[in-house]
């Protein structure tokens, strides 16, 4: 007779936390910075989140149906990457580049690799970099919020191309009020949401916090005019990087598991996220920042790999040898 209990070594930790409920919460914290997308670029913005989220969700459902898995689409995951990818959209890209964003995060970047878990790139953001990459024109026209045609740069790209002049307030960033993608542009709608997920511990402070203030330290001290000229609040309340570093760097799969390798994954996100927008063709490099980190989690595990519970430390050899 097989046994159909496993009971493993202590410690045993229990927790009425699940992957289900980690997620659904996930999404809860991002519905208000959808609701300030949908309230400042209108219609477009909606039908891109849901056309992004149907497909996400459609995908895995058939996916697993097909391959005779367990039908998991009620955990969250799925409507999750749909979100994430619609919210690194603009508003106005034809219904089928969130459609197709969200099949290929979902079949490539999540399934392919045996699914939810098993992942090594985020895959929202792998969904977005391969629309950057096949379908660039559609996803570097933004909408100016208010308006239903009238197009604008994104502060970062006014930046780039060296029209101070022309910098956004900082209220105006903080409230949203600039061209950019759904979900990124409302930076006191982010924050309402990371604030909840930090207080019910979902996510810890050591990813967020490293990564901004990379990004300020770096941006800052390489500024324009020379060395410590930098507009720092600048770059921070400008494009993805308080969505990116509070709901997509801070992923339990493709981010190491210690303290301290967040800490180390943070200031490379920062420090990658600062030179593409500094010196790179690309005004924002957020994205790429965290997909390049999250392939060096598996490194940075490997040299902040915690002591085993209960062991000492190896004591270094003394003495001549004689």
Known sequence: MNNRLTVLSSPHLHSRESVPRIMW????CLIPAGAAGVYLFGMPALRTIAWAA????????IIQKLTKKKITVTDGSAIMTGLLLAYNLPADVPFWIPVLGSIF??????????????NIFNPALVGRAFLVASWPKYLTVFTKPGYDAVTSATPLAMLKEGRLAEQIPYLDL?????????????????????????????ISWHIPASFIATVGIFTYIFGPKGFFTGDWLFH?????LILGAFFMATDYVTSPPTAR??????????????????WGGYPEGVSYAILMMNAATPLIDRFTKPRIYGTAKRKKATGTGV
């Open 25 to 28: 919460t996930v999404v809860a």
């Open 54 to 61: 149907v497909a996400a969700v459609a995908c895995e459902w």
């Open 105 to 118: 995060a979902v079949a490539i970047a999540k399934h392919a690799f045996g699914g939810l878990g098993q």
């Open 174 to 202: 903080f409230l949203g009020r600039r061209a950019g993608c759904i979900g990124e542009v409302c930076i006191v709608a982010l924050a309402a949401g990371a604030l909840f997920l930090l207080i019910r511990g979902y």
């Open 236 to 240: 921070i309340l400008s494009g993805g």
């Open 261 to 278: 390798g967040h800490l180390i994954f943070g200031v490379g996100c920062g420090i990658l996220t600062s030179v593409i927008r500094l």
